[in-house]
């Protein structure tokens, strides 16, 4: 076995055990709850898989709360790109991560979202998740993150820490079948969002629907731009020209389009748009083009975004799904 595959103090690797940390959500949850040597009962699943940490470990994964990265998102990138989960951790700690993972996502999604992040490793190991913490215990923003193909994913990592994903972006998307999916983008788990959307699109009188379909280009995803807030040169239909029954449409279409990610995170998500009155300040558009697959005004691109909050839907050639909402 290639040495650079294992380090000094991780378990052997295999395709056995490849699959085991990879496994099915059933199997997952066939084992029981682990706790870390130095964690209590008490203490977070992140905050378990802290303590766990070796001074190895610490020194690599654990960066400074104010690092670069901490407000980057991208489809495709790694925190600690040479600390993978299957090389510099033991087995304990892979399965403690994976709950990690699973916790972030409502039960009834969980599977789905594995599922994501195994399908997304393309068969090669060397696209196998990182993760990493920003911060310490000390500091009231101490903060997890999972990171991979298709995933970004985060969340408070003490006990008393806020939900909600802490005002910076987070990553979902995936292809289910082929690159270029299909206009019903078939098994992908994420496309039950932008049948959402098109349900709150059909709420919409022709006027409107004038108005949301917009003859330019969708954000660039380029890092530093794909999340980039603006406070003018919006697209589409102004949040503040709808109807009351139509926030209140659009209100609950984002709600249950949130709906895979933690329970407490969307409440927290969504109490912060309805209190703040973000959704005065929203603008919604959708694409056409080559971002209509198969030309059939069922809109796979879309995006809803403000001065307070990005959210960019893109389904050509697949999914790609970018969230941020900055407010605090």
Request: charged share 25%; hydrophobic share 40%.
């Amino acid at each position: 076995m290639n040495s650079l595959l294992n380090p000094p103090g991780v378990n052997h690797f295999s395709r056995r055990h490849f699959l085991h940390v990879f496994g099915s959500s059933a199997a997952m949850a066939a084992l029981p709850a682990l706790r870390a040597a130095t964690g209590a009962p008490t203490d977070s699943l992140p905050m378990q898989f802290y303590k766990s940490l070796t001074e190895e470990q610490h020194a690599k994964i654990v960066l400074p709360r104010d690092h670069a990265k901490r407000g980057f998102v991208s489809n495709w990138w790694y925190i600690c790109p040479e600390q993978r989960l299957h090389t510099f951790y033991t087995k304990d700690q892979q399965d403690l991560v994976k709950q990690i993972f699973e916790s972030l996502h409502h039960p009834d999604h969980r599977e789905k979202m594995n599922w994501q992040v195994r399908k997304d490793l393309m068969g090669k190991i060397d696209n196998t998740p990182a993760v990493a913490f920003f911060g310490t215990p000390e500091d009231a923003d101490f903060e997890f993150i999972y990171t991979g193909h298709h995933v970004t994913r985060r969340c408070f990592a003490r006990n008393d820490g806020p939900p909600g994903f802490g005002g910076r972006p987070i990553f979902y998307g995936n292809f289910a079948k082929a690159f270029r999916e299909e206009k019903d983008h078939a098994g992908n788990p994420f496309w039950y969002q932008g049948l959402l959307f098109n349900d709150f699109v059909s709420t919409l009188d022709g006027k409107q629907r004038e108005k949301i379909l917009v003859a330019r280009e969708p954000r660039s995803e380029k890092p530093a731009q794909v999340i980039a807030r603006r406070a003018n040169d919006l697209p589409g239909l102004a949040g503040a020209d709808l109807t009351p029954d139509q926030q209140t449409k659009l209100l609950e279409t984002m709600r249950r389009m949130l709906v895979c990610f933690r329970p407490a995170d969307v409440e927290a998500t969504m109490k912060t748009i309805t209190d703040k009155k973000i959704i005065q300040r929203l603008f919604i558009s959708c694409y056409g083009g080559v971002f209509d697959i198969g030309s059939d005004q069922v809109w796979d691109t879309w995006q809803i975004e403000g001065p307070d909050m990005v959210w960019y839907f893109r389904g050509y050639p697949h999914i790609h799904g970018y969230f941020h909402l900055a407010a605090a």
